[in-house]
């Protein structure tokens, strides 16, 4: 389980909830604070403010010497969060191919998941079809009894009409379970189907990144250069298990393979007016 997931499923946003985040700023960051909103901003000291030179961080740090940390420093003034600028340097279609891929491969997933319930479902039903057929077939011979018969019909009647009772019984539940576990079988083929459908389409998105079987080999490959490059550790969890943890390296491969250079991105997410909290 990575670091962040008992809080994204502590702040899991609800249906309708409305999510709210400070704006892009290129102006510098100073402490803990960013930008509610665009437009002229007015310091919450205005005397301080003059004195600073209308510096920034001057006039942050006398203001939380003189107000504390919590204070507001600027009208447009926020403690909210604002996340880092989503911004791989990789092309859109590259990028597209990769978010396809962690796509297809949560939904294929979700249907093999959805596959093992059918075969819950379908192993339960199994035993129970099998014991009401062994016990129907022990009544069926029993009422094929020719001498059995006879003798129930003059001394027990009773029982000989509760064993055909029981035999149509049966035979309705024989029918019942069959007709569930067709249904069953038919939703399982049709969910196997589903899945050979976006396996199809996985490789055809991987080809577009010319992903091959020599794959995995390159990728640790490629993770072993970076980690004597830059000492990182934990990029992938092992193997293709840890495919999508480390999407990044299938664009950085397919990239080696078109061009002896891989072409860096210049672009920066945009910093907060006021230094990002943690």
């Known amino acids: 389980m990575s670091a962040h997931d008992h809080l994204t499923t502590q702040y899991r946003p609800a249906i309708g909830d409305s999510l709210t985040y400070p704006v892009s700023s290129t102006m510098p960051n100073v402490e803990n604070w960013n930008r509610l909103s665009e437009g002229e901003f007015t310091p919450t000291d205005k005397v301080m403010w003059a004195n600073s030179g209308e510096d920034y961080e001057k006039y942050m740090a006398d203001f939380v010497k003189e107000y504390g940390q919590f204070k507001k420093p600027f009208t447009q003034a926020t403690m909210m969060i604002l996340p880092s600028a989503w911004n791989t340097g990789y092309n859109a279609s590259a990028s597209a191919a990769?978010?396809?891929?962690?796509?297809?491969?949560?939904?294929?997933?979700?249907?093999?998941?959805a596959i093992g319930i059918v075969n819950n479902s379908i192993q339960r039903l199994e035993?129970?079809?099998?014991?009401?057929?062994?016990n129907l077939r022990?009544?069926?011979?029993?009422?094929?009894n020719r001498a059995?018969?006879?003798l129930a019909s003059r001394e027990a009647p009773e029982?000989?009409?509760?064993?055909?009772?029981?035999?149509?019984?049966?035979e309705g539940l024989e029918l019942s379970y069959g007709n569930?576990?067709?249904?069953?079988r038919t939703d399982g083929?049709?969910?196997n189907q589903e899945l050979d459908a976006l396996l199809t389409e996985y490789k055809t998105t991987a080809n577009s990144l010319n992903i091959n079987d020599n794959f995995e080999k390159e990728m640790r490959s490629a993770v072993r250069k970076?980690?004597?490059a830059a000492g990182s550790r934990g990029l992938i969890t092992g193997g293709l298990a840890g495919f999508m943890g480390a999407a990044a390296l299938v664009f950085l491969i397919s990239q080696a393979r078109r061009s002896p250079q891989r072409v860096r991105s210049t672009t920066r997410g945009a910093d907060g007016l006021f230094f990002r909290a943690p």
């Open 159 to 170: 029982e000989l009409a509760t064993l055909d009772s029981d035999i149509l019984a049966l």
């Open 180 to 184: 569930q576990l067709g249904q069953l």
């Open 189 to 191: 083929r049709v969910l």
């Open 127 to 134: 035993g129970l079809l099998y014991d009401a057929q062994s």
């Open 138 to 144: 022990d009544k069926r011979r029993l009422r094929a």
């Open 148 to 150: 059995y018969s006879e």
């Open 98 to 113: 990769l978010t396809t891929l962690a796509e297809l491969q949560g939904e294929a997933i979700k249907i093999r998941d």
């Open 226 to 228: 970076a980690q004597g």
